[in-house]
């Protein structure tokens, strides 16, 4: 592998989790090169040298070049990190196909499902880039902490152990480390999936439920995220970990967690419109809901949590109503 100074990496999408990785990953020595949507974002990034909308307070280390144009960013890029959210993931694609080599290595970090074809982010990858080597980075990682250089630990999963063993060299240091996994569908569905779990967290905190309720959500909705998962070819002990489990854990319980802040203004009573404009970033719970909740029906899968999200943010159903349908629910064993 080349030394640190001579290989260039390109962060596709300047969020706070694309921002947050070219910063670690700059300050590692990589040539990082960000890329944002529109012009505009990428001369507010030049000339402020941070991202004051979404990761105020972390400078950039002047190895970061931001820029809006995809040649520049993708050309001869040692590792492509892809971090659009999941409803902007196909658009992105789109745009980067032509301009990425056979066998160049992707990696996505964004979590999410694609609506309406109900398809993973790195099969959406996939079929607008085949020719790329894809992978995909999940785990509990909020961008604020790991900007901040806290001790993070993430997975990444690819089809081939010597990719993710490549992407986890560049990656991986004092305070960020990663395990690989063969588990794709796994890996990814464990961090989309959560987000639906973190929104009912929240809505909980904003109903005025307690530590027991949010215990309850957490666990059984980690029974669901496990049914589906295992039902479309994942391994059942990936989501005992760090995608599963650990991202779990993380976002039901933060306040960086932009679902779970949803979740708590929908408690009090917010209508969806006013919460996603109070959030003010991308909430991938709302969109991953209607995934999922068509995913469970094509295959025959239980998860009544997601349905009563699904009720909630779509059908206008009470929150409080929800809560009680899944507190009366027959009986059964704990499976």
């Known amino acids: 592998m080349k030394a640190e100074k001579d290989m260039k990496i390109a962060v596709i999408g300047s969020g706070s989790w694309g921002t947050a990785n070219a910063v670690m990953l ?9 890329w944002s949507w529109i012009q505009e ?5 030049c000339r402020d040298r941070e991202n004051r909308e ?29 971090a659009a959210p999941s409803p902007a993931t196909r658009t992105t694609a789109k745009l980067l196909a032509p301009h990425v080599k056979a066998g160049q290595r992707m990696v996505n970090i964004s979590k999410g499902l694609e609506e309406g074809s109900l398809m993973r982010l790195s099969e959406v990858y996939a079929e607008e880039i085949p020719q790329a ?3 995909v980075m999940s785990g509990p990682s909020h961008a604020e902490e790991v900007s901040r250089r806290l001790p ?7 089809k081939s152990i ?8 560049i990656m991986m240091s004092d305070m960020f480390r990663i395990y690989t996994s063969d588990d794709i569908i796994g890996v990814e569905m464990g961090g989309a999936l959560k987000n639906i779990v973190a929104l009912c967290a929240g809505v909980s905190d ?3 439920y307690g530590d027991n309720t949010k215990a309850a959500l957490m666990t059984r909705g980690l029974a669901e995220i496990a049914r589906l998962g295992t039902a479309m070819g994942a391994n059942r002990e990936t989501f005992m970990g760090l995608s599963g489990l650990g991202d779990l854990i993380v976002t039901c319980t933060s306040m960086h967690s932009r679902n779970r802040r949803a979740g708590i203004l929908l408690g009090q009573g917010k209508t969806l419109g006013e919460t996603l404009k109070e959030v003010h970033m991308v909430v991938e719970g709302v ?9 469970a029906k094509l295959y025959s899968v239980e998860m009544p949590i997601v349905e009563e999200a699904y009720d909630v943010l779509f059908n206008g159903a009470s929150a409080r109503d929800s809560v009680l349908k899944l507190m009366t629910r027959e009986k059964r064993g704990e499976n």
């Open 26 to 34: 700059a300050e590692r020595g990589y040539n990082v090169f960000l």
């Open 41 to 45: 974002e990428t001369d507010r990034l």
């Open 54 to 82: 979404f990761l105020p307070g972390i400078p950039f280390p002047e190895n970061i070049t931001c820029t809006h144009d995809e040649t520049l960013c993708v050309d001869g890029a040692d590792l492509i990190i892809t």
């Open 133 to 135: 080597d894809i992978s």
């Open 152 to 158: 993070t630990t993430n997975v990444i999963a690819s």
């Open 162 to 169: 010597e990719t993710a063993k490549y992407i986890q060299d």
């Open 206 to 208: 904003g109903l005025g």
């Open 287 to 295: 969109n991953t809901a209607k995934a999922a909740y068509e995913l």
